[in-house]
């Protein structure tokens, strides 16, 4: 980066800045993208991990993004129909609210979706309800059924990086921009970035910078000593994970207590997770976690909703917390604020994106190309080809029959049934690069750890293709094995220290920092003591 002529510099690494980066690479600009941490690391891979249309929006009039939102599933689900699922959402209706009312509601968001057969909401009978979700509370009037989508979060995000990498930008994680600097007429010119790993430090010049930074895209400004055009609000949300067999869910549900809490349930394979706080917080962004008092309010607000479920604390197997990068708004909560981006100009060659969502980062990126363009002058190819181009991981076929085949393989190898569902839920194309492995030698494709549905050839996979450099970046980010498997995936985690340290070269003392660093990091996403 620091040797090349560079169109943009996107600093910033979450599902924002990788938006950015594709989309400026496809249209043929030189790019380059650091991220201080890992891809991911923040606000990206600890979201409730749904690709949605924003129904509840709608209670505070926000039709525009209501709209972008709904409208954007079916693209972003159309370039990643290996990695973005469908997922059926439950909209209960207790007394005394009014199931007309929300079905006009939904009436309304399929308009606005512009939704087609299948895609369109129906109505159940509380009979119909209670099938899908054994145990709900009374009284139930029915419910409005309709679809929405699940992902997982941290890949979702690296699938882009990974794009952009395919279409020319270059890319680093554990790389900090520590300042911006400027030239002589005080245009932003380009930033000093740190290698977190060695301590280097590199000046990275670029005819423009963006700011993606997510939560942290107002200390990015200050610490060069640039004001912020608006304040950031981080809100702070968190979830909690339950077996499947203590909730059984089908699909997902909107949950509203007698006392009007509300939140989300979704089933993601053998798990559901429960969600979700909205309280400002000042923290340290790097570290959110969720607290004790935090905990029980979610899982009361489901034991309240799942009466006769028994749910209690010791069915909680893991949490995590992550941060909204609200926009301030004067006199309203962090529920209230408008989940909208805004792109701050200033000063000359410095581009800010603040706000937004997971759902809309593609709509986002285009955005801050449409500021970069007025700044630039057109890039070379100058049209938005983003919904057109498959994230990597995307088959070219019909991707359940691609996943069918790879299941039918696999299972031929001898991988283990629950090991496949997980496989084929998280990755595409990269089973390909799985089963290439385990022809080369059978022991790729044997279990990573006793119980931990994961092979070893996907620590292979994720050290040469996809940047992981430290265990977590694995465990969390690349195998989502952190919060999706049993006891954080702690049973496998010597095992992928050593297919890591080597191939990247770890002596026995990096080996054992990076297992401690480990089992910290899954402590801290147990249950809070008191």
């Not at 620091?2 to 790019?31: H, K, M, N, P």
């Not at 990206?44 to 009039?61: C, D, M, P």
């Not at 090991?419 to 990269?430: K, N, P, S, V």
Request: overall charge negative; glycine content about 10%; charged content about 25%.
């Amino acid at each position: 980066m620091a040797t090349s002529e560079l169109d943009v510099l996107v600093i910033g690494g979450g599902i924002t800045g990788a938006g950015i980066a594709r989309d400026a690479a496809l249209r043929g600009w030189r790019v380059a993208l650091v991220e201080k941490e890992d891809f991911g690391f923040g606000t990206s891979s600890r979201s409730s991990k749904i690709v949605h249309g924003g129904v509840r929006y709608l209670e505070y009039g926000h039709f525009l993004l209501v709209r972008e939102s709904a409208r954007e599933r079916r693209v972003v689900q159309s370039i990643a129909p290996h990695l973005v699922h469908r997922l059926d959402f439950l909209y209960p209706v207790f007394e005394p609210d009014s199931l007309m009312k929300i079905r006009a509601g939904l009436a309304v968001f399929d308009w606005l979706a512009t939704a087609e057969g299948g895609e369109k909401h129906s109505t159940l009978e509380p009979k119909q309800v209670r099938e899908q979700l054994p145990g709900l509370r009374d009284p139930l009037r029915g419910a409005v059924l309709y679809p929405e989508y699940i992902t997982d979060d941290a890949r979702l995000t690296l699938e882009n990086v990974v794009s952009a990498a395919e279409h020319g930008a270059l890319v680093a994680n554990r790389a900090r921009a520590e300042a911006l600097f400027r030239d002589g007429s005080g245009r932003i010119q380009g930033a000093r970035v740190r290698d977190t790993l060695d301590g280097s430090v590199y000046e990275v010049q670029a005819r423009a910078v963006v700011n993606a930074g997510g939560p942290w895209a107002q200390s990015i400004l200050e610490e060069s000593g640039l004001p912020a055009p608006k304040q950031i609000r981080p809100s702070k949300g968190i979830h909690i994970l339950l077996p499947a067999e203590r909730l059984p869910l089908r699909g997902a549900t909107f949950l509203k207590t007698a006392a009007g809490r509300r939140g989300l349930a979704m089933r993601r394979l053998n798990y559901v997770y429960v969600g979700t706080t909205d309280d400002e917080y000042s923290g340290s962004l790097d570290t959110p976690r969720a607290t004790r008092a935090e905990v029980l309010d979610v899982l009361a607000m489901t034991q309240d909703s799942f009466p006769d479920a028994g749910l209690g604390i010791d069915d909680v197997l893991a949490t995590w917390a992550g941060i909204r990068p609200l926009i301030a708004e004067e006199g309203k909560s962090t529920r209230d604020t408008s989940r909208e981006d805004e792109v701050w100009t200033t000063p000359p060659g410095l581009v800010t994106i603040a706000g937004g969502k997971l759902t809309t980062y593609r709509r986002m990126a285009g955005r801050v190309i449409d500021a970069l363009r007025d700044d630039l002058g057109a890039p070379p190819n100058d049209t938005d080809r983003t919904a057109d181009v498959l994230l990597p991981g995307a088959p070219a076929g019909d991707v359940v029959a691609f996943s069918e085949d790879r299941a039918r393989r696999l299972r031929a190898a001898g991988v283990p049934q629950p090991t496949i569902e997980r496989l084929c839920w998280l990755y595409g194309r990269q089973l390909d690069g799985l089963l290439e492995l385990g022809s080369q030698d059978a022991a790729w494709l044997a279990p990573l750890g006793p119980g931990v549905p994961a092979v070893r050839g996907e620590v292979k996979l994720a050290v040469e293709t996809e940047m992981a450099c430290t265990l977590a970046d694995f465990m969390d980010r690349r195998s989502a094995l952190l919060l999706f498997s049993p006891n954080f995936g702690l049973a496998g985690a010597v095992e992928a220290a050593a297919i890591m340290g080597g191939l990247l070269g770890w002596d026995a003392a990096r080996r054992a920092e990076e297992l401690a660093s480990y089992q910290r990091l899954a402590a801290e996403h147990g249950v809070p003591a008191q």
